[in-house]
């Protein structure tokens, strides 16, 4: 059974920073694509950050480069998404999301991923 679990979520004021977690089994990690999505209420969702194996690449969206920093820890199948200098329009459900792709860049063209966790609450308040 393939498991995508999200942590690390809650309320913080704007310019603070969360650290998101997705744990991730019941898949090969090594050949997955491991990324993060958002959905604010009433948008659609939208592509944040991606990873391949072993840092071999990372892809992260315009509107949070240089605030935001996705990594993977390989040894326990996780991936971080190290959220700084928030701001309120950072606020939305936060999903991680998995899927063989070939390239990180690839999860954020992609509209058909196959794995997604249940989504964990970011909020930013001003």
């Known amino acids: 059974q393939v498991r995508l679990v999200e942590s690390g979520g809650g309320l913080v004021q704007a310019g603070g920073s969360l650290r998101l977690s997705c744990g991730v089994s019941?898949?090969?990690?090594?050949?997955?694509?491991i990324g993060w999505f958002r959905q604010a209420p009433g948008q659609e969702r939208e592509f944040v950050a991606s990873?391949?194996?072993?840092?071999?690449?990372?892809y992260t969206s315009d509107s949070v480069k240089g605030r935001f920093t996705i990594s993977r820890v390989d040894a326990n199948n996780t991936v971080i998404l190290q959220m700084n200098n928030l701001k309120p329009e950072d606020t939305a459900v936060y999903f991680c999301a998995a899927d063989q792709l070939r390239s990180a860049r690839a999860m954020s063209e992609f509209s058909g991923i196959k794995f997604w966790g249940q989504g964990t609450q970011v909020t930013v308040s001003s």
């Open positions: 019941g898949i090969a990690f090594s050949r997955n694509v």
């Open positions: 990873s391949t194996w072993r840092g071999g690449g990372t």
